[in-house]
């Protein structure tokens, strides 16, 4: 019953700007923690940024370059990237949880399939 579904990837140049969408039904996306993480291949999922409420929360390399926001009307949650650097290379999967802001991944409940991001140095 719980779908979400990640779009907006692609292949960007450093110092680019993306925006990722991710599409929630079956949930009140106001009523979760809702976040995104990402996963370079071969590497361990990485949390990058949550939202519930007004609260926000980053991971420090992304700080002051990512925004995430939410739409609460439209039931999407979306990712502001800019001044993209080659390390920001990676899937980004959006995840959502039940109560309080956590970081790791393994207490998220739902999960998107991946939306790729490339970063060409």
């Known amino acids: 019953q719980v779908q979400l579904e990640e779009s907006g990837g692609g292949l960007v140049q450093v110092g680019d700007s993306l925006r990722l969408s991710c599409t929630t039904s079956?949930?009140?996306?106001?009523?979760?923690?809702m976040a995104w993480f990402r996963q370079a291949p071969g590497k361990e999922y990485e949390f990058v940024a949550s939202i519930k409420g007004g609260a926000t929360n980053y991971r420090d390399s992304v700080k002051g370059r990512f925004t995430i926001s939410g739409d609460n009307a439209k039931n999407t949650v979306h990712l502001q990237m800019h001044s993209l650097k080659s390390e920001d290379t990676a899937v980004y999967f959006c995840?959502?949880?039940?109560?309080?802001?956590?970081?790791?991944?393994?207490?998220?409940?739902?999960w998107g399939q991946g939306t790729q991001v490339t970063v060409a140095s």
């Open positions: 995840a959502a949880k039940s109560g309080v802001h956590r970081v790791s991944p393994s207490l998220y409940n739902y």
């Open positions: 079956g949930l009140s996306s106001s009523g979760y923690v």
